[in-house]
């Protein structure tokens, strides 16, 4: 499968990625874990957990462990992409509006 990554999950990452490379003792680790997750999305069938909403009843998420962050994404099997929608920190209190 091929992942794409939509224009508000990349704004979204790249103010994460902003944020970790001012305050963390290891600056890349959030690009780091966000490429691997999208390696292992899309060498690994079945990835993520179900997170369904009303405009996305397939919607996935998958956590970022070491930045706690997750990346919500829908798979198409028919034309096996998988369509990376948002990027959010897990330690907010609510989740992203979807």
Do not use: N
Not at 1 to 8: D, E, N, P, Q
Not at 27 to 56: K, M, N, S, V, Y
């Amino acid at each position: 499968m091929k992942a794409f990554i939509s224009k508000r999950a990349a704004c979204a990452a790249d103010r994460i990625d902003a944020h970790w490379r001012e305050r963390a003792d290891d600056p890349g680790i959030f690009a780091r874990e966000f490429l691997e997750a999208i390696e292992r999305l899309e060498t690994t069938q079945g990835g993520g957990a179900p997170f369904p909403t009303a405009r996305h009843p397939s919607l996935k998420r998958v956590l970022l462990p070491k930045s706690r962050c997750h990346i919500y994404f829908d798979v198409d099997e028919a034309r096996q992409t998988i369509q990376i929608l948002h990027l959010w920190d897990g330690r907010r209190q609510r989740p992203p509006k979807l």
